[in-house]
């Protein structure tokens, strides 16, 4: 089955779940937000490991949607720790209706993905909720040292790459390994599927670090260069802090300690320093590195290579997007 058919069948599957516990005031938001489209990354994952040694993919449908009901419980919570307008060209939860809202409707949508995922088959199950919750507890611990940075000014380089992996890339690699292991894939090749995920992962954050600054807004969703007004710590600006001069180092201090600040120039001026500081190519050099070491990892499953040819141009994709 192609990337594109499995986007289909997931979407399809999404917007046929049914809810009829009561209230509407708690489910709503959540079919609101599992209704607002995304790439559908992680099921999509998940399903094509699968596919890579059982041909019934439509069958695992339930648990790859529970992950993505996890990942939009994620979003949903960071767009309110944010205080963010829109997502995916679409008003927030928070805005929509208000932030107890989306603190509730938020909780629900952990308790729903869990009940999805235990639809897996009691063959799988520890197997399957052990990997889930390790990932589910590193993700918190992610946001937590994003959290963190944030009143920080000496966060390195490993450090920032070892949040992304815990924030973004575990999920990843979590969709990956279950794929697998729903698909009765041997433990060596469930631990290759897991590295392959992570690294993509780890790519994947660092190309929307770039986008957020050099994207296009029209494809993107949001508004571009969200992260450098709001000061955050991204690949870019961790980078430009470590390798600045003297008086590059001086106007980038002033820029993002600036307390009152025209939007549209301040977005001009730390881009400015970037290009100057070469900041842009070290991304986009870091973002390569990263993908070529995940395919060591994809090359090192031990399934014939044309089955793997799916997989492998949607990965390929992922790092071709604009936005």
Known sequence: MTADEILVKVNEFLDNLRYDRKPNGLYDPIKYVLSMGGKRIRPTLMLLAYNLYKDDPESILMPACALETYHNYTLLHDDLMDNADVRRGKTTVHKKWDPNTAILSGDSMLVLAYERMTKCGNKYLKDVLDVFT??????????????DFETRNDVTEDEYVEMIRLKTSVLLACAMKIGGILADAPKEDQENLYKFGELIGLAFQLQDDYLDVYGDTKLFGKNIGGDIT??????????????????????????????????????????????????????????EYYFEQSRKYLDAVNVDNSRKSELALYAQKMMERKY
Do not use: H, P
Request: proline residues 0%; without cysteine.
């Open 134 to 147: 390790e990932t589910a507890l590193e993700i918190g611990e992610g946001q937590q040292y994003d959290m």
């Open 230 to 287: 709001s000061n955050k710590k991204t690949y870019m600006l961790i980078n430009a802090f470590n390798m600045a001069n003297d008086v590059q180092r001086k106007e980038l201090d002033s820029l993002i300690g600036a307390e009152e600040f025209d939007r549209d120039e301040k977005i001009a001026s730390v881009t400015r320093l970037y290009n100057e500081i070469g900041i842009d190519k070290l991304a986009l050099k870091k973002i």
